[in-house]
């Protein structure tokens, strides 16, 4: 009797053990697959090949004469076309591509490098490429009258 008592009292195994083993570790393989394939995604490496990036230039262009400019402002009435810009230049000669001009509205006056001697200047740029870049000169007149003076105030007087 002592026999069945021994056999009866030990614990028995639990079958399935191995397969839970077999079941985290199938898990974790598709996790690290999932992750590596998330990565190569993200990174550019595969996949998005339809998601293509266009590029816009939307640097000034040329204008050609008699075209209209889409940047120029507004004509006013009583003024010429594109707003009073009675810079702009056409006719048959020179270049096919219209100019614009626009004038700084102060003078620039600086003094020359090492002597007292004053140098006043008016100055006015021209473009042929479309009206923002006047624009952008307008916003920008600060910046290119302080860079201009700097420039003038480091030249020496000639004798």
């Known amino acids: 009797?002592?026999?069945?008592?021994?056999k009866e009292e030990k614990p028995k195994k639990k079958k399935g053990g191995g397969m839970m083993i077999k079941i985290v570790g199938a898990v974790a393989l598709l996790g690290v697959g999932a992750g590596g394939v998330f990565g190569l995604?993200?990174?550019?490496?595969?996949g998005g090949g339809t998601h293509e990036v266009v590029k816009v230039d939307n640097n000034p262009k040329l204008v050609r004469k008699g075209?209209?400019?889409p940047y120029a402002p507004v004509a006013k009435e009583g003024e010429g076309e594109g707003g009073g810009a009675a810079g702009e230049t056409d006719g048959d000669?020179?270049?096919e591509f219209r100019?614009?001009?626009?004038n700084f509205a102060d003078d620039f006056t600086s003094n020359l490098k090492n002597t007292d001697a004053l140098l006043q200047v008016?100055?006015?740029a021209s473009t042929r490429r479309d009206y923002r870049v006047?624009?952008?000169?307008?916003?920008?007149e600060l910046a290119i009258r302080s860079a201009l003076l700097i420039a003038i105030a480091d030249t020496p007087r000639k004798r």
């Open 41 to 46: 995604v993200a990174a550019g490496i595969i």
């Open 67 to 69: 075209e209209e400019d």
């Open 1 to 6: 009797m002592s026999d069945k008592s021994d």
């Open 99 to 102: 100019t614009v001009y626009y």
């Open 134 to 140: 006047v624009l952008w000169m307008k916003k920008h």
């Open 122 to 124: 008016n100055i006015s």
């Open 93 to 95: 000669g020179g270049s």
